[in-house]
């Protein structure tokens, strides 16, 4: 991303988990930065961050901040970017937000570049970022998708902590710690901090991310549903969800069952999955190779493998997909989103 024009870029949840990567990502992808504005709470302000051998002061998220900005990736949670977004938009900030606030909107392109760069083009100042275990499923889906076409899906994910962020990081490592030394462990972030009863997730795996809606699955499962079908601009494909918390600090991981519209070959599917862009085929069983959260964790790419055909519907096929819902899940999935968007402007 070299000899380009540089852009002034705003992140802002600079200090949480996601926002952390995101800053690390721009330096390490070189992107043309002329200006870069670091945002978080007013805890957080006057605290230096390192970029490119340089001290940036944390400054606290404003209405005012976006002046002069070009790209604002938003990663403070959803109430901030719904207070915060429109002041940015206003300011002629093309805003990617990593929050569930806009992401149903009509007008807001929903985005995996590896799916549906297309849209992204049309935005109208926010493009929002899916959520991470959406983005990582269709990436992968994607080229079964264009080839076959997609009956139904049904997934169940094993979710790591950083995804609540880095106060339930804290709270998986302190709880271990406890139990290897005896100690009652205490629970007061997952499964929801706001809601008022929590659950150990050290040695644990907890059926519920994000709150309950109404019809039994939780928000994070609907997220799932709702982005998928609106990410393939398809509303036909029927998707149902499982979300579990697991005790592992990053990385997403999926069992994810698929039945296609048309017969397929095994060895067709492989190769499909080998040659899609962002998605790595890890499908040795006679090695006992397959994707693990551990071989994932700071690389960008999606993961798939256990790729097997359903033992009773002829159009069914299994898989395991794993990615770091840190990178792909959330900051690399925006930061990627900015650079196509810069490429496209050439
Ligand atoms: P986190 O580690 O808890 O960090 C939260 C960030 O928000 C911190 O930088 C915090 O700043 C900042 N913040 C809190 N209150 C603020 C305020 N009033 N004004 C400005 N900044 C404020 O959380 P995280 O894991 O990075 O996630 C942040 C958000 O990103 C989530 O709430 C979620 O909406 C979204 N997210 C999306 C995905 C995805 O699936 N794409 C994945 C993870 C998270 P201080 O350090 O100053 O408190
Ligand atoms: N509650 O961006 O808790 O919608 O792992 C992502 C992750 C919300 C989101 C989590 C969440 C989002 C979580």
């Known amino acids: 991303m070299e000899n380009q024009t540089k852009v002034n870029v705003a992140v802002v949840g600079a200090t949480g988990a996601v926002g952390q990567q995101m800053v690390s990502l721009l330096e390490e992808r070189n992107f043309p930065i002329a200006q870069l504005k670091l945002l978080a709470s007013g805890r957080s302000a006057g605290k230096t961050v390192r970029f490119k051998g340089q001290d940036i002061t944390i400054e606290e998220a404003k209405p005012e901040s976006f002046a002069g900005v070009d790209f604002a990736l938003f990663s403070a949670g959803g109430a901030i970017s719904k207070e915060l977004v429109p002041h940015a938009v206003a300011h002629g900030a093309v805003v990617i937000d990593n929050t569930s606030a806009f992401r149903m ?44 076409g997609i009956d139904r899906v049904i997934v169940s994910t094993y979710q790591a902590v950083s995804g609540a962020g880095a106060s339930a990081i804290q709270e998986l490592l302190t709880q271990s710690a406890d139990v290897l030394a005896g100690k009652q462990p205490e629970a007061k972030i997952l499964p929801v901090s706001k809601l008022p009863v929590h659950h150990q997730i050290a040695f644990n795996a907890i059926p519920q991310i994000d709150v309950f809606t109404d019809n039994g ?16 601009g398809d509303d036909s494909i029927q998707v149902a969800a499982t979300c579990v918390r697991i005790p592992v600090v990053s990385g997403h991981s999926e ?15 492989k190769a499909l999955l080998a040659d899609a862009p962002g998605v790595v085929l890890v499908d040795s069983p006679e090695e006992q190779r397959y994707p693990l959260a551990t ?40 930061v990627q989103i900015a650079e196509e968007l810069l490429k496209a402007r050439q």
Not at 110 to 120: D, G, K, R
Not at 217 to 232: A, Y
Not at 255 to 269: A, G, I, P, R, T
Not at 319 to 331: P, Q, R, T, Y
């Open 105 to 148: 909107e009509p007008d807001v392109p929903l985005v995996v570049p590896e799916v549906n760069m297309h849209a992204a083009l049309q935005h109208k100042g926010i493009i929002a970022n899916p959520n991470c275990s959406t983005i990582q499923m269709v990436a992968a889906l994607k080229p079964l998708y264009d080839r076959y």
């Open 217 to 232: 699955f939780t928000f994070e499962e609907m997220k799932m549903v709702n982005e998928t079908k609106k990410i393939f």
């Open 255 to 269: 069992s994810v069952y698929v039945e296609l519209k048309e017969e397929y070959q095994l060895e067709d599917v």
């Open 295 to 334: 071989d994932a964790v700071g690389k960008l790419d999606v993961f798939v493998g256990r790729v097997r055909r359903d033992l009773n519907h002829p159009r069914g096929l299994h898989m395991w997909i794993v990615s770091d819902n840190l990178l792909k899940g959330a900051a690399w999935n925006t």
